[in-house]
């Protein structure tokens, strides 16, 4: 299994228990290197999680 295939597999089984456990109340959680993450806090500060949702940080 490659990196990529493993790190999407790792991701939709975060998705998928997030979602049955708690599904009114799922953390926002960003999938993101450290300097993309840095960028985009410092530039727009406008985040899609990883189900779907923008959020912001301040």
């Known amino acids: 299994m490659s990196r990529k295939a ?3 597999y790792i991701q939709n089984a ?3 228990a997030a979602t049955l456990l708690h599904p009114n109340a799922k953390t926002h959680t960003c999938h993101s290197p450290s300097e993309a993450f840095f960028n985009t ?3 727009t500060n406008e985040f899609t999680d990883v189900f779907d949702r923008t959020f912001s940080i301040q």
């Open 6 to 8: 493993y790190v999407t």
């Open 14 to 16: 975060f998705v998928n």
């Open 41 to 43: 806090w410092n530039t």
